[in-house]
Every structure is written in structure tokens, then in C-alpha cells.
């Protein structure tokens, strides 16, 4: 029995273990992307995002990953317009992969977050709706925490003050044993709901703990955000002297976490990398374009210096031909040309002839072409010609200025 199915578990095994090693493999990539963004090392956070991009040797599903780092990273910038636009991608490239649900539901689980921090909350419930329906399938417990946290706060928003406090004690227990560091999100939207049911010491008591931790773990962007909803509530309560001292508070850490000037250096750096991707392509690209023009040159070259000698060698042809012509006109004039008495001026019995010289002299004489000349004798057209040439020189016609 074990030996029969002994193929398959190898065949399972050796699934496990690679899934397993590319989970491994992107756990600590995550890690390492959540260290450098806390540490405010946000261009390297996304060179070593783009080094994975980038490489052809990369899976479908491990860009899919990096493009959904590089959303993290840009959101904790609050550059919601480059956060949604990773999504897109990472979606994209996780489409092409084997995980297509688990890909679906994580890019609606963060666009849901996009939505909701921009106070898109229609968008926001439509996700939560559909994600609730789906069981929250392949999310993470943080990420189910968040959207609970979402839905009780719209459910705030509708004035279900019950509900909403229910869910938000319910996303907090879930983010206190998982992910404690992002409890003060949750003390954010428990301080607006106690603000709304007039419990006041609930209230600043959230704001108090959400702070410490806030401090506890680095985490900037949740003090900013949580002196502005305090500072937007003093406000709604009309208490503007507290509402100006949150202010003061705000614009100091602001000073030193400077978001916008990271978000400038950020795109600075990934635009970099994308510059250099695209010279080293264009540069590769060059270097073929000069190969093929080299090539291009050279078969030019090759067949200008063809055409040239196929136009020498024609050039060559004609002349030889004309010569030959000459010849044969020179002998056919001398041969016939006759003495005051009427006698030929030439006596071909002075000199060395072989018979078929004698024997082409006389077919000249009659008026026969070359080629009439070689049909007539069964020989070719070049040995008539070369025959001339040897009479031509026997004769010495060249030289004599006249015949006698």
C-alpha cells in the first residue's frame, strides 16, 4: 500500500517543503521591509522591493508580494495615490499566479484600509460587506481586526453606538494578542465614539494608553494621528484653547517626522531605480542597434564592392569583346586588301600559320562573323577569338602602317 502511493506523498512532500520555503522567504522579506520603515529607511525599503520587482528570475507571486510591501510603505506615508496604485499592480501580477483568491481578497482587504483612511466609506462598507460574506477567507488575524475596527466605526458614523463599541472591544482583542503596536488606531476611534456618548474620562483615558503605546513601539504616525482626532474633537466641542495646545503638540512632531519631505525622497529614490532600470535596458538596447548597424554597414560595404567589380569585370567584358571585334575587322580588311596590280598586299605564305589559322583567315575573308566561324568549324566562339589573337600577333598588323 505505502509503495503504491509512495509517489504521491513524495510528490505532495515536495510541494509542502517549496511552499514552505517561499512562506519562510517572504515572512523575513516582510520582516525586513517593517524594520527599515520603522527606522524611517523608507528609500531602502523600496530598493529592496525593486530588486524583486525587477528580477525576470522572480515568481508571479513574489512581485505580488513586493508590490503589496511598497503599498504598506507608501501608506504609512499617507500617499494614498501611490498606495492604491501599488495595489493595482500587486493585484496584477497576483492574477498570474496560483494563489488568485487568496490574492483577490488580500488587495480588497487593503484597498478597504485605503478607502477608509480616506473617508471613503461607502467604498469601505462595500468591501467589508463582501469580505464579511466571504468569512474573511485567507486573511491574516490582524487584517481581520482592522476591518472589524472599520465596521465599528461606520457603525458609529450611523449613530449605532452599541454595535460599534462591541466591534471596536472585539478588534482590539484581537489586535492586543497579535499585533499590540497597532492598538492605537483602535484607542482613536474608542476616543471619537466615547466623545459622541458624552463619556469624556473613557475618552482621555484612550487618548492616554493609545499614546504611551504609540511611544512604546515608534510608532510616529499614530501619535500624529492620534493629537488630530483629539484636536478635531476639541474643536467639535468648540473648546478651542485645548483645540490650539493639540495643534502646537501636532506641528511638533510633524517637524520631526517631516511626512511630506519622506514622501518626496521616496519617489526621488524609487524613480531613481526605475531611471537606472531603464538606462541599463536603453544602453542594452544600444549596444544590439549598433551590432545591427554594423551588420547593415558591412552587408552594404559588401555589396557596394560587388557591384563594383560585377561593373569592372562588364566593363572588362566589352572591352575584351570590342578588341576582339577590332581584330577581326583588322584582319578582314588586310587579309582582302590588293596591290596596284591586283594582287594581294598581303602574302600569307611569309609567315608561320598554322592550317586552322589559314582556314579562319579565309572564312574572315568570306565575311563570317566570329560565331559563324566557330559553327562552321565545330569549335566555341573563345577559341575563334583566341586563334585571332594569335594571328593578329603573327601577322604583326598592329605595327604595319601599311600592307604590300
Same mark, same amino acid.
Given at each position: ?190 476616543m471619537e465614539l466615547y466623545n ?15 499614546? /504611551? ?68 535596458k536603453e544602453q542594452n538596447e544600444?549596444?544590439?542597434d549598433y551590432i545591427l548597424y ?58 608561320? /600559320? ?22 562552321? /568549324? ?27
Amino acid at each position: 500500500m505505502i509503495k503504491k502511493h509512495f509517489p504521491s506523498l513524495l510528490l505532495i512532500l515536495f510541494v509542502f517543503t517549496q511552499s514552505f520555503g517561499q512562506s519562510e522567504k517572504l515572512k523575513k522579506l516582510e520582516i525586513q521591509i517593517k524594520t527599515l520603515n520603522d527606522n524611517l529607511q523608507y528609500e531602502k525599503s523600496i530598493a529592496v522591493l525593486n530588486e524583486i520587482i525587477t528580477n525576470e528570475q522572480s515568481t508571479h507571486y513574489e512581485k505580488y508580494y513586493a508590490y503589496l510591501l511598497e503599498s504598506f510603505t507608501y501608506k504609512r506615508l499617507f500617499n494614498y495615490t501611490k498606495t492604491l496604485h501599488k495595489l493595482d499592480l500587486a493585484l496584477a501580477e497576483g492574477l498570474q499566479s496560483d494563489q488568485k483568491e487568496e490574492v483577490k481578497n488580500t488587495i480588497a482587504a487593503e484597498k478597504c484600509f485605503v478607502y477608509f483612511d480616506t473617508q471613503d466609506y461607502p467604498k469601505a462598507e462595500a468591501l467589508i460587506t463582501q469580505l464579511r460574506k466571504l468569512n474573511f477567507k485567507h486573511l491574516s488575524i490582524p487584517t481581520q481586526s482592522w476591518i472589524i475596527m472599520q465596521d465599528g466605526y461606520i457603525k458609529m458614523l450611523k449613530k449605532d453606538y452599541a454595535k460599534s463599541e462591541q466591534l471596536l472591544n472585539e478588534a482590539a482583542t484581537l489586535v492586543k494578542a497579535n499585533s499590540p503596536e497597532n492598538l492605537p488606531n483602535i484607542y482613536g476611534k474608542k476616543m471619537e465614539l466615547y466623545n459622541k456618548m458624552n463619556l469624556f474620562e473613557k475618552r482621555d483615558t484612550a487618548f492616554k494608553e493609545g499614546l /504611551l503605546l504609540a511611544k512604546k513601539y515608534n510608532k510616529v504616525k499614530y501619535e500624529l494621528y492620534l493629537y488630530q482626532v483629539m484636536r478635531n474633537i476639541f474643536q467639535e466641542n468648540e473648546d478651542y484653547k485645548n483645540a490650539f495646545f493639540t495643534q502646537k503638540k501636532y506641528d511638533s512632531i510633524v517637524k520631526y517626522y517631516n511626512a511630506t519631505d519622506a514622501n518626496g525622497k521616496l519617489e526621488l529614490a524609487e524613480k531613481k531605480l526605475e531611471d537606472e532600470n531603464r538606462q541599463l535596458k536603453e544602453q542594452n538596447e544600444k549596444y544590439i542597434d549598433y551590432i545591427l548597424y554594423g551588420v547593415i554597414i558591412s552587408l552594404l560595404l559588401l555589396l557596394y564592392f560587388a557591384l563594383r567589380l560585377y561593373q569592372s569585370n562588364k566593363a572588362k567584358r566589352i572591352l575584351v569583346e570590342k578588341e576582339n571585334t577590332r581584330i577581326h575587322n583588322e584582319i578582314e580588311r588586310l587579309t582582302q586588301a590588293l596591290d596596284e596590280k591586283g594582287n594581294a598586299s598581303l602574302n600569307l605564305s611569309n609567315y608561320n /600559320l598554322t592550317d586552322r589559322q589559314k582556314e579562319i583567315i579565309e572564312l574572315i575573308r568570306i565575311g563570317l562573323t566570329n560565331k559563324e566561324i566557330a559553327t562552321k /568549324l565545330f569549335i566555341s566562339e573563345n577559341t575563334v577569338k583566341y586563334h585571332l589573337k594569335i594571328i593578329y600577333e603573327i601577322l604583326d598588323v598592329e605595327h604595319r602602317s601599311a600592307i604590300r
